[in-house]
Every structure is written in structure tokens, then in C-alpha cells.
């Protein structure tokens, strides 16, 4: 059974970069035909696609967030990465890396990790 585990700063400052790592057990990333996405939700809102990676290294991005994100993946050792840069409060969320048979995701159909906070403030 596969297992995602999300790590990275609780707490990343206004402009900043926030960078996040996802953990994955139990499954290769590179398997077909996965995509490994980065969801996030703020507080009072739904879930927030923000990009994925395939099980090919092709990158999909959402469109309001493309300009400032960056995924990529290291395959030996089966983690992938979330990278958004100029950070606002606006990004105060929970940040959960996902496994799903689609790029883009709306709702929780595969397999997702515990999520982990992020707050933006200064």
C-alpha cells in the first residue's frame, strides 16, 4: 500500500520561497500511470490543485498558480518537490501531496498524505 508523507517549514515569511518535499513508500513514483500532485486548502475553503508530476516527469500546472510554482521529482529517492515562490498570507494552508490516475485534482479518489500546515506571515 502506498504512503505519502509530506515535510517542510511550518512557517515561511512574505516573498519567500516555500519548498516542500513529499515521501513516498510503498510504490515507485515512476510507475504507470500516476500523477503525483500538490493540493493545498486554506482555512474555509475547498481544495486547491496546484500542479503534478507524471509518472513520465511531465509537469502540469494550475494556471493562476503556474507562474510561481515549480515541481520536480527525485526518483532514487522516490520523493517529489513543491517549490512557491513570492509566498502571501494569502498561501496559509494545509499542503497535501497526492497520488491519483489524473492530473488534475478536485477531489480525494487515490491515495494522499496527512497534509502539513503552512502559515505565510512575517
Known amino acids: 500500500q502506498v504512503q505519502l508523507q509530506e515535510s517542510g517549514p511550518g512557517l515561511v515569511k512574505p516573498s519567500q520561497t516555500l519548498s516542500l518535499t513529499c515521501t513516498v513508500s510503498?510504490?515507485?513514483?515512476?510507475?504507470?500511470?500516476?500523477?503525483w500532485s500538490w493540493i493545498r486548502q486554506s482555512p474555509g475553503k475547498g481544495l486547491e490543485w496546484m500542479g503534478a508530476?507524471?509518472?513520465?516527469?511531465?509537469?502540469y500546472y494550475s494556471p493562476s498558480l503556474k507562474s510561481r510554482t515549480s515541481i520536480s521529482r527525485d526518483t532514487a529517492k522516490n520523493q517529489f518537490f513543491l517549490q512557491l515562490s513570492s509566498v502571501t498570507p494569502e498561501g496559509t494552508a494545509v499542503y497535501y501531496c497526492a497520488r491519483e490516475l489524473r492530473a488534475v485534482v478536485t477531489t480525494r479518489t487515490g491515495s494522499w498524505g496527512q497534509g502539513t500546515q503552512v502559515t505565510v506571515s512575517s
Open positions: 510503498g510504490g515507485s513514483i515512476t510507475t504507470k500511470y500516476y500523477y
Open positions: 508530476i507524471a509518472y513520465s516527469g511531465n509537469t
